[in-house]
């Protein structure tokens, strides 16, 4: 039999220097990270049992760790692909270069709006923008530095500027792939099925559905002329139905989660999905023991039944095909 397949996400802290109006990680408290790069040099070292899609890191941000860029170094090593998801807040010249030397794979950098006060006011950071294009220019100068993405949360702050924004990628030569996510309920903030409605977040939905549907339609044309959207069809056609009724919107496949993914956190507690149960801790057992264990049988057979009607799919692992 061969080996299972395996893409591990490490989320290496739970603490941003950012305070984004679609994110409270920063509320979260200071909790201690328990991870090491020991220790994530040892999970890397153990995923020789699995058939390796990727490594992700995350957080927080990813970058804020002092030690990152090591264990992307050490990923790279193994010849697995790595991929980090970061603000850009950080990336001045000389980090740039540690990130290029480092040969980490693939960095998704949040732009929200190509317009700096419109990223920046939703992101919270003047100059915001500026220091994103500044970093982009500081790893595309020192050549062979891993590939560039741009993530963007559409939400109602960004909606009239999206367009723009995806014409400005596409001509940016620097840059790989443009990635889009719907806002979600802000991270951190207790679930609230209704949580759109809630005074605190209207200004992150939006409310003109004719302007959802334009948007979104457009962004639909521009990929099929060859724009660098990396989200299927199937994907952005399901932004709109979200948007146009949050409520209602329903997956139409059965969840995949449990059969490929694997999340570790700061704590080394490791989810199949995060709504369920941790199904072990990577400092109390092996990597192959915790994804072939009794736990994390029973939460797969969760996963199996999982009648969520789960937004968390719409963003991260979307496996709708195109028609
Ligand atoms: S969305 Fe990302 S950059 Fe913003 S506060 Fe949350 S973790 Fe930090
Ligand atoms: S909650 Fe969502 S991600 Fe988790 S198992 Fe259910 S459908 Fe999948």
């Given at each position: 039999?061969?080996?299972?397949?395996?893409?591990?996400?490490?989320?290496?802290?739970?603490?941003?220097?950012?305070?984004?109006?679609?994110?409270?990680?920063?509320?979260?408290?200071?909790?201690?990270?328990?991870?090491?790069?020991?220790?994530?040099?040892?999970?890397?070292?153990?995923?020789?049992?699995?058939?390796?899609?990727?490594?992700?890191?995350?957080?927080?941000?990813?970058?804020?760790?002092?030690?990152?860029?090591?264990?992307?170094?050490?990923?790279?090593?193994?010849?697995?692909?790595?991929?980090?998801?970061?603000?850009?807040s950080?990336?001045?010249?000389?980090?740039?270069?540690?990130?290029?030397?480092?040969?980490?794979?693939?960095?998704?950098?949040?732009?929200?709006?190509?317009?700096?006060g419109?990223?920046?006011?939703?992101?919270?950071?003047p100059?915001?923008?500026?220091?994103?294009?500044?970093?982009?220019?500081?790893?595309?100068?020192?050549?062979?530095?891993?590939?560039?993405?741009?993530?963007?949360?559409?939400?109602?702050?960004?909606?009239?500027?999206?367009?723009?924004?995806?014409?400005?990628?596409?001509?940016?030569?620097?840059?790989n792939?443009?990635?889009?996510?719907?806002?979600?309920?802000?991270?951190?903030?207790?679930?609230?099925?209704?949580?759109?409605?809630?005074?605190?977040?209207?200004?992150?939905?939006?409310?003109?559905?004719?302007?959802?549907?334009?948007?979104?339609?457009?962004?639909?044309?521009?990929?099929?002329?060859?724009?660098?959207?990396?989200?299927?069809?199937?994907?952005?056609?399901?932004?709109?139905?979200?948007?146009?009724?949050?409520?209602?919107?329903a997956r139409?496949?059965?969840?995949n989660?449990?059969?490929?993914?694997?999340?570790?956190?700061?704590?080394?507690?490791?989810?199949?999905?995060?709504?369920?149960?941790?199904?072990?801790?990577v400092f109390?057992?092996?990597?192959?023991?915790?994804?072939?264990?009794?736990?994390?049988?029973?939460?797969?057979?969760?996963?199996?039944?999982?009648?969520?009607?789960?937004?968390?799919?719409?963003?991260?692992?979307?496996?709708?095909?195109?028609?």
């Amino acid at each position: 039999m061969g080996k299972d397949k395996m893409e591990l996400s490490l989320s290496l802290n739970n603490t941003c220097n950012l305070r984004c109006r679609m994110c409270r990680i920063w509320n979260s408290g200071e909790e201690e990270n328990k991870l090491t790069l020991e220790k994530c040099q040892g999970v890397i070292d153990e995923l020789g049992a699995f058939e390796v899609k990727g490594v992700r890191l995350s957080g927080g941000d990813p970058l804020l760790v002092p030690w990152v860029l090591d264990l992307a170094g050490y990923i790279n090593k193994k010849k697995y692909h790595s991929c980090a998801t970061t603000n850009g807040s950080m990336i001045n010249e000389a980090y740039a270069l540690k990130i290029v030397s480092s040969g980490l794979s693939n960095l998704n950098i949040s732009l929200d709006s190509y317009t700096p006060g419109i990223h920046d006011t939703i992101r919270g950071l003047p100059g915001g923008r500026d220091r994103i294009m500044d970093a982009i220019g500081h790893i595309a100068k020192k050549g062979s530095g891993p590939e560039i993405g741009i993530n963007t949360v559409i939400s109602n702050f960004n909606l009239d500027d999206l367009l723009i924004l995806a014409d400005a990628i596409q001509d940016d030569k620097r840059i790989n792939h443009l990635y889009f996510m719907a806002i979600m309920q802000p991270f951190n903030t207790p679930p609230d099925k209704g949580w759109f409605l809630k005074e605190d977040f209207r200004g992150l939905w939006p409310e003109d559905k004719d302007k959802v549907r334009y948007v979104i339609n457009e962004l639909i044309a521009r990929k099929k002329s060859g724009y660098k959207i990396n989200n299927s069809f199937a994907q952005l056609r399901a932004f709109v139905d979200y948007f146009l009724d949050p409520l209602h919107f329903a997956r139409k496949n059965t969840c995949n989660l449990g059969k490929e993914v694997m999340e570790v956190n700061q704590m080394g507690d490791v989810f199949l999905c995060h709504l369920y149960e941790s199904i072990g801790n990577v400092f109390q057992d092996s990597l192959s023991n915790i994804w072939g264990s009794e736990k994390a049988r029973l939460v797969r057979d969760k996963i199996n039944r999982c009648s969520q009607n789960c937004n968390l799919l719409i963003n991260c692992y979307f496996e709708e095909e195109d028609v």
